[in-house]
């Protein structure tokens, strides 16, 4: 009996991920509600189990691939592929309002470009602090610092070390762990409760998988115009990034 599901679940390897992306999803949303009264999200857990899962087959194949490298898990590698991930993405888009975005006129095409230069600054200086001087580098943590697909790609343009990138991503994925976390938390004192707040908030802070579980949390109503933002500021990153912005540090570092 046990053969028989162990041979189904390696056939069927792409329901088998889903079945287990599913159990996971469910579990760290009852953790979210029993254990911190929805306080952190259970994307935000969900993201943590997936890590710690990731980990986990690592150590036990040696290969590179997390948990996929598990033959019984092997599904989970494509249905985490850019792929699926891109249309989750765009998914996000539909139910949005067009007079809604409208609305936000400026102030959304302004917070696009500071979110991007912000969270640049803050992960070049912080790489510089930790000892790294040179450009491709600077630019690579400080593109990872906006979000953690902005990273690797910015490395990959301009032929950063593969530990230079693994930092960039690292970054990313802390930022989005940190504003699923805060963004319900503060979303009452900084007024992110309509449309319009929504889009500048996705501007600015641009990880659309971090801004999009926090706004979840917070009202649903708001995710897509959020994911919305965050999706342009991931695309405009990685132009701006690995040009204007590298340019920018080679300049000033040499």
């Known amino acids: 009996m ?10 069927n390897e792409l329901i088998t991920a889903f079945a287990v992306i599913g159990i996971t999803m469910y579990l760290s949303y009852i953790i979210s509600n029993k254990l911190t009264k929805g306080r ?26 997390g948990l996929s490298d598990m033959q019984l898990f092997a599904g989970v590698g494509l249905m985490g592929g850019g792929m699926l991930r891109d249309f989750a993405i765009v998914s996000t888009a ?11 006129g400026l102030s959304g095409i302004i917070s696009l470009f500071l979110g991007i230069i912000v969270s640049f600054i803050v992960g070049a200086v912080a790489a510089y602090a930790f000892g790294y001087t040179d450009a491709a580098s600077l630019t690579t943590i400080g593109a990872g610092a906006a ?14 070390s593969s530990e230079v990138i693994a930092l960039s991503i690292a970054a990313g994925l802390v930022k989005s762990i940190l504003t699923m976390i805060a963004t319900p938390l503060a979303a009452k004192f900084i007024g992110l409760n309509n449309p319009q ?3 500048v908030y996705g501007g600015l802070m641009g990880t659309t998988s971090g801004v999009s579980a926090g706004l979840a949390a917070t009202d649903p109503k708001l995710v897509p115009y959020g994911a919305m933002t965050a999706t342009f500021y991931t695309g405009l990153g990685c132009l701006l990034a690995p040009s204007v912005l590298f340019l920018i540090v080679k300049g000033i570092v040499g």
């Open 147 to 160: 979000t953690y697909i902005v990273g690797p790609i910015t490395g990959a343009a301009v032929g950063a």
């Open 94 to 104: 539909f139910g949005v309002k067009f007079d809604e975005i409208k609305k936000a």
């Open 2 to 11: 046990v053969e028989l599901l162990k041979t189904t679940m390696v056939d």
């Open 40 to 65: 952190i999200h259970g994307s935000a857990i969900a993201i943590v189990a997936g890590l710690a899962l990731a980990y986990f087959g690592g150590i036990t194949t040696g290969g590179k691939g």
């Open 197 to 199: 707040s929504a889009i």
